[in-house]
Each structure stands twice: as structure tokens, then as C-alpha cells.
């Protein structure tokens, strides 16, 4: 039963990322289908945290400029937190929100370019960044699978009422991800109850994984591309097309472009062809011109596409989403 705890000690800190960094375009990726554990509004970004077995809630401020970025994070808690606890939490923030990547090189050299230079220009500083840890991330991956958005946003809700907590800071009342040891000491089952189908099999052998601890998150951080690519592979249900958004998202690598899923395609045969549908070679071929940056360049491309859609009607695209 989801239960509300309500968090009203809160700590202060602030830190600065690279420059440049886009607070709003990283905090808030208009492509991402909702969820109900964060809340995004222009220049504030709130998220729930588990660390440490400690229920966090982050309220993220932007108090500085792209060129000279700063960020004041507010972080709520049921008691108050020592100076020990905030300093080891400080490296995972920096990693989350990804404020140690260097992207200038990319934005200087592509703003004049015909293609990106208008994205780059309206979007500089704008990186991936892994908001949740790599477990709550897999499963965000998994109810994507195969699914319209409208069917996944349900299925990831249903989980939070039956696994999750709501936790109320700031004003604000979101979701909070439940830890892998909750879904194995339920069952396949009761998982199957919340319309997940054949998806439940994957969340609990996933979860039994991290159980067991047979993936370390903060050692892939350090390993090569390669190296991550064999070890997620090793994951339950994950596959080379959730492998490729881990590789962008959760591990910050800006030339892994290998796949594109149907949809992907459709929509990049539009933006860069003009056409309904052209070869997945053919985009792969478009790409190369970014060497070092290929996927950065695609996320370029794609969320500018999506920010418009926040302003606009775009009635192709509605089709392809079907929210």
C-alpha cells in the first residue's frame, strides 16, 4: 500500500557544473515519457532519491547562466543529515546530473553547421544525464519495451502504487522508486496483477540480479564502452536497442550510434530527408559527419524536435508517439 512520508528537514548545497551547461534542457528532456517521480518546471527540477537507505528529496534550482553555470540543490529529508552524509553524496549529484562532461569542443565546432547549428545554438550545454540510479533506469527501459507510451506510463504507475512510497517536500507529492529486494520478496504473480505481462519475468530476474549484486553501477562507471556493453548485455531483458540509450544516458558515451529502432527512423527520415522513410544506412551514413559526437548530435536533433512539440502541434509526429 503506497503510503505518503513527508520530508521536512532540508539541506543546502551548490555546486558548478562545466561550462556549458543548459539547466533546463538537461533537467528536463521533453522526449522522455512522464513519470510521476519528478517534476520539471522552467529554472526548478524536483526528484525522488533513495541513498544510502535514505529517503531523499531533491529540489534542484538554477542560479547561474549556461557560460557560467551554478546549481543550488535543496535536499529534504526525514531527519537531519551530517556534514559525512552530504559530502559523500556530492560525487553521486555531480555524476546524476552529469556536471563533469566537457561538451565545449562539440558546441564550438557545430554551431555554424547547417544541420545542428540551430539546436546547438538554442540548446548548448545540453548533455544526457541519469536523473535515477542504473536499477531504476532498467526498469524505466523495461516497461518501454514493445509498448505505446500511454500503456507504459500505466504500467510504471501501477508499479509505484504497489511497490513505491509518495513522498510530499517543498509543496510537491511524487513517486519514489521501490529498492530491488521489494519486487523478490513479492512475486511473478502479483507483478502480472499490474498488467505488465510477460514484462514481469524481466523486472524480477532484474531485480534479483541487483540483489544478488551481480552488477556494480559505480565500477561500470570507470569501465571502457566495451567492457559496459558486455556486462548489460549480461542483464535480464535487456537488448541492443535499451543498450544503446544506457550507453548515451546512464554512461555519458557521445559516439555509440548502432541502432535506431523503427520509430527512431521514421521520425529522422522526416527531419533530415524530408521523406516518409529512408534506409537506416542511409542515417547511419548522415551521422559520421559528427565523428566522436554521433549520438550526441542525434540528441541534438531529436530533443530540439520534441521542445517544439511542447510549443506546437505537430500532427506526423502525434502519430508516431500516440500518447
Known sequence: MTKVISLNKVSTLILE????????????????????????EKG???????????ILGLKIEDIGVVSKPKVKFHIYSKEKLS????????????WRFNFDQDISEFCSK??????????????????????????ETLIIYIVLQ????RRSVQMLENLFNTYGNKIKFDGKTISMFWKPED??????EKLRELKVGYRAKMIM???????????????????????IKEKMLKLYGIGPSSLQYLIFEDFYILDDLVTIPPWETKIMSRLLFNKELVSFEKIMKFFKKFKGYEKLAFHYIWED??????NEHIEWLEKEIRL
Open 146 to 149: 514493445n509498448a505505446t507510451v
Open 183 to 188: 519486487i523478490v520478496e513479492s512475486n511473478e
Open 110 to 135: 557545430y554551431k555554424e553547421s547547417k544541420v545542428l547549428g540551430t539546436a546547438v545554438k538554442k540548446w548548448k550545454g545540453m548533455k544526457p544525464i541519469a536523473a535515477n540510479s542504473l536499477y
Open 44 to 54: 526548478f527540477y524536483w526528484i525522488s532519491m533513495l541513498w544510502q537507505n535514505q
Open 83 to 94: 556534514k559525512d552524509f552530504i559530502d559523500g553524496l556530492t560525487p553521486e549529484l555531480r
Open 305 to 310: 524536435l520534441f521542445w517544439k512539440r511542447k
Open 17 to 40: 557544473p562545466k561550462s556549458p551547461y543548459n539547466f533546463d534542457a538537461n533537467m528536463h528532456k521533453p522526449s522522455h515519457f512522464p513519470s510521476s517521480d519528478n517534476i520539471w
Open 205 to 227: 530476474n532484474l531485480s534479483q540480479q541487483f540483489v544478488n549484486k551481480e552488477i556494480d553501477e559505480f565500477r561500470l562507471r570507470k569501465m571502457s564502452k566495451e567492457r
